[in-house]
């Protein structure tokens, strides 16, 4: 299976601040048709988990523009440019490249 | 408006077999599929399975041996059977339906192996 590295695994940021997550791949995610199913998602505590990105950079649906996503191949970041305090709880990396599905282990953001 | 719905027992004894219930509705299962996804508590999600749009299924092979997925189309529902459950199977349980640009997910069902 598909190993997801994710780093750090704990954030501590400032309202305003910019920060970002690492997501590594144990193997490409590129298929061969050309496309690399990288989703991320938040987790806020107590609810079920909500796409922010798919296909590595593409903004989900009524996402806010302060999300990112960029990467290729093996390493793909998420970027939050502007912390603000919904943004609050867990983030996973997920790849649907390759069967079965894998999930990363989670960074938690908090405010410091 | 899309919406899913898991239900099922919240206690299940070891050795036993788990029962859970996914109804959807706002869109039809002959069109998109449906995934069961798990969390143990405070850990991260464990994709477990899909009911595709055509009726066919797919499994981590982690739970092959004992998970099985079904649908009835007629009530909008998807089914998850997995057998003898342990104490490591307690956790929170999804079903999803996970695509490109929106994702939607049930609230989950709590799941609680023991004696």
């Known amino acids: 299976d598909v190993v997801l590295t994710q780093t750090p695994s704990t954030l501590s940021a400032t309202i305003g601040q910019s920060v970002s997550i690492s997501c590594r791949s144990s193997?490409?995610?590129?298929?061969?048709?050309?496309?690399?199913?990288l989703y991320w998602y938040l987790q806020r505590p107590g609810q079920s988990p909500q796409l922010l990105i798919y296909?590595?950079?593409n903004l989900g649906s009524g996402v806010p523009n302060r999300f990112s996503g960029s990467g290729s191949g093996t390493d793909f970041t998420l970027k939050i440019s502007g912390v603000e305090a919904e943004d609050l709880g867990v983030y996973y990396c997920?790849?649907?490249?390759?069967?079965?599905?894998?999930f990363g282990a989670g960074t938690k953001l908090e405010l410091k | 408006q899309v919406q899913l719905k898991e239900s099922g027992p919240g206690l299940v004894q070891p050795s036993q077999t788990l029962s859970l219930t996914c109804t959807v509705s706002?869109?039809?299962?002959?069109?998109?599929?449906v995934h069961w996804v798990r969390q143990h508590s405070g850990k991260s999600l464990e994709w477990m399975g899909r009911m595709w749009s055509d009726g066919d299924t797919s499994y981590n092979s982690a739970f092959t041996s004992r998970l099985s997925i079904s649908r009835d189309t007629s009530k909008s529902q998807v089914f998850l059977k997995m057998n003898s459950l342990q104490t490591e199977d307690t956790g929170t349980y999804y079903c999803a339906r996970i695509g490109l640009r929106r994702d939607y997910w049930g609230q989950g069902v709590m799941v609680t192996v023991s004696s």
């Open positions: 997920m790849q649907a490249t390759h069967a079965p599905y894998t």
């Open positions: 706002g869109f039809s299962l002959t069109s998109y599929s």
């Open positions: 193997q490409s995610l590129l298929d061969s048709a050309g496309n690399t199913y």
């Open positions: 296909l590595v950079s």
